[in-house]
């Protein structure tokens, strides 16, 4: 089994990343993490080759998402300014090709099925929704399931409380199943 990161926060070692090194501490197989502020994924750019073609004209850092070959796919993002970060949401953008093939040709991507899991942080208490549902919508583009009751991981307030000491997270992060 093989999980894929994508890591959306500009700090690689702030509240978001020591949530996902505690997820990868419980997991003893193959993993792949991408700091997507340090990976080469341009937003989309409304060029339309999707509406001709099969799949995406940029060829860049995306391809990791592409070539399918993971079974869970964690998606980890600080909130800000009541979503995910820039490069999380461009990396959503770039799943557009998937909508314009079924929709425009007729083709329906052949994404495996996969298992997600979220980690959303955020300084404030405000209402991470937004981020949640863009996740989400990454999830339904590449075909993963996503359980908010056991899949989702989060710490808000972090301003206050780091995640470190939530112990809110730490349950969070013991009761998930990796492998169920």
Not at 71 to 94: E, G, K, Q
Not at 125 to 152: C, H, M, R, S
Request: net charge positive.
């Amino acid at each position: 089994m093989k999980m894929l990161i994508l890591n959306g926060s500009p700090h690689k070692s702030g509240n978001t990343s020591y949530i996902v090194n505690k997820l990868k501490s419980k997991f003893n197989q193959e993993i792949e993490e991408i700091f997507l502020y340090d990976s080469k994924i341009q937003p989309c750019i409304d060029c339309r080759y999707c509406w001709k073609n099969e799949g995406c004209s940029i060829k860049d850092d995306m391809e990791k998402v592409y070539k399918d070959d993971y079974d869970i796919l964690v998606i980890a993002s600080p909130v800000y300014m009541y979503n995910v970060t820039p490069p999380m949401f461009a990396l959503l953008t770039r799943l557009n090709w998937i909508w314009s093939n079924k929709y425009f040709l007729n083709k329906e991507a052949k994404l495996k099925k996969k298992r997600g899991i979220l980690v959303l942080t955020g300084g404030g208490n405000g209402n991470p929704q937004n981020a949640l549902d863009t996740a989400q919508l990454i999830f339904k583009f590449l075909n993963v399931d996503f359980n908010k009751e056991k899949d989702y991981i989060y710490s808000l307030n972090t301003n206050n409380i780091s995640a470190k000491d939530d112990k809110n997270v730490i349950d969070m992060i013991e009761n998930l199943c990796i492998l169920c």
